[in-house]
């Protein structure tokens, strides 16, 4: 079956360290991976996504991820974490065939502290 | 450029009454998207529509649910009667074409959320 996985529910950091949000996946033939961010109240903002070429992916507000085939993995990167990075990160595959279905892992809250 | 709308933002009703829910897309955005997200998890497809007609509704609920996308613009959701594992918040989202790119990415809107007591 065709699954995301976020194996941290939280992700604590303190501002000015480097951030990883980790999400792994599981699709049958090439797979197409997004990133988004939810804030309180909010619906979910894209920050980036791995569609073909280059593994690592730059996208909005400073972010990136990097895309690992043999380890079947996306995480979401960050050099120097900001207190307005805290927020509700999903990871999201785009399933083979079908209609830009997209399946989104359970999500990852990360927390920055001052 | 206006993003999706979505109204109302916030709704409380009471268990087997019945709501509805709207959406405008991005302007030009033939494909549609309705999302549930139960707090804890990830927002989860119940239909998409391409232009007006449904390509995806696997996991719609069809005995209380029902949505249309008249003129393939904007779209409502309604559940009738309501349960209280509906609450949630409801998402809507949208997305350029209706060739169902690999590619192309879905801007969501934000969003409604809905108690059931």
């Known amino acids: 079956a065709q699954s995301v996985a976020q194996p941290e529910d939280q992700v604590n950091v303190a501002e000015g360290n480097p951030l990883t949000v980790k999400c792994t996946y599981s699709?049958?033939?090439?797979?197409?991976l997004f990133w988004y961010v939810q804030y309180p109240n909010r619906g979910l903002q894209f920050l980036l996504k791995?569609?073909?070429?280059?593994?690592l992916v730059k996208g909005s507000y400073g972010f990136e991820a990097e895309f690992n085939k043999s380890q079947t993995s996306f995480h979401l990167k960050k050099p120097s974490a900001l207190v307005s990075d805290s927020a509700l990160y999903f990871c999201?595959?785009?399933?083979?065939?079908?209609?830009?279905?997209?399946?989104f892992g359970a999500g990852t809250r990360l927390a920055v502290h001052p | 450029e206006a993003g999706v709308a979505q109204s109302p933002r916030y709704k409380i009703i009471e268990k087997r009454q019945s709501v509805a829910f709207w959406c405008n897309p991005i302007?030009?955005?033939?494909?549609l998207y309705w999302y549930q997200q139960i707090l804890g998890q990830g927002p989860k497809l119940l239909i998409q529509?391409?232009?007006?007609?449904?390509?995806?509704d696997s996991q719609l609920p069809k005995d209380r649910f029902s949505a249309e996308r008249l003129k393939g613009v904007d779209s409502t959701l309604k559940i009738q009667p309501a349960k209280l594992e509906d609450s949630a918040v409801y998402l809507c989202?949208?997305?350029?074409?209706?060739?169902?790119?690999?590619?192309?990415?879905?801007?969501f809107g934000p969003g409604t959320r809905l108690l059931v007591l």
């Open positions: 989202a949208s997305s350029l074409s209706n060739s169902g790119l690999a590619q192309e990415t879905q801007y």
């Open positions: 699709v049958s033939g090439n797979p197409y």
């Open positions: 791995y569609i073909t070429g280059d593994n």
């Open positions: 999201a595959v785009r399933l083979s065939g079908g209609y830009n279905k997209l399946i």
């Open positions: 302007s030009g955005h033939a494909t």
């Open positions: 529509f391409q232009n007006n007609g449904v390509v995806d």
